[in-house]
């Protein structure tokens, strides 16, 4: 039986499988995708950084400078490939605590979908990397466990994070690590539900 759940994760954990359950779970990503145009209002010489990047998904919406980093080296792989030929995006295989970037040289970040994958303690590192590399707005979404939609429900099931927090959970962890929520809403796909922030670093 645990040879059984190994496979089925390791399944679920490859780059095109995890595509696939993103367009079915979060009807293509559009919702989430129109409201981080909207919240990070990204210029071509904001520098952006992506946290927990997995394949790339979000990289076309910045017109600048980006990298994103993951700790998964086939999703790496999967968008160092797609987007060989812009010399603007770069992939790094990384943790997302212990990222060895410079004090304030992003502009803006992203970490979409990476919060429910870590512990309370990796959590809160991720989220201090992201206070000390950013100068200015920070879009972290994650799912929304309150939600009583049956196929959302499944979705998150499915997923292959094991630390889905509820609201109060999630923002102890987000003004915790120093950042302030300037905006939160609940996005609804018709599938997904997730919760979305907009927060911006403490001095």
């Known amino acids: 039986m645990r040879a059984v759940a190994a496979s089925v994760r390791d399944l679920l954990g490859h780059p095109r499988v995890f595509e696939l359950q993103q367009r079915l779970g979060a009807g293509g990503l559009v919702p989430l995708r129109a409201w981080l145009s909207a919240a990070l209002r990204l210029g071509p010489s904001d520098r952006v950084l992506d946290l927990c990047c997995g394949p790339g998904r979000l990289a076309d919406l910045v017109p600048g400078p980006y990298v994103g980093l993951d700790l998964d080296g086939r999703s790496v792989a999967r968008a160092r490939a797609a987007f060989a030929s812009d010399a603007r995006k770069r992939f790094i295989v990384g943790d997302a605590g212990g990222a060895a970037f410079r004090p304030k040289c992003f502009a803006k970040a992203l970490f979409v979908d990476g919060l429910h994958h870590l512990n309370d303690a990796d959590a809160a590192r991720a989220l201090a990397t992201l206070r000390a590399v950013t100068r200015e707005t920070i879009a972290i979404a ?11 429900r499944l979705f998150q099931m499915l997923d292959l994070g094991r630390h889905i927090r509820r609201r109060p959970a999630q923002v102890a962890l987000i ?4 950042l302030a929520i300037e905006r939160e809403e609940t996005l609804y796909s018709g599938l997904a539900h997730q919760r979305v922030y907009v927060c911006r670093p403490r001095p």
Do not use: Q
């Open 142 to 152: 994650d799912p929304a466990p309150e939600t009583r939609h049956p196929v959302s």
């Open 175 to 178: 003004e915790g690590a120093g």
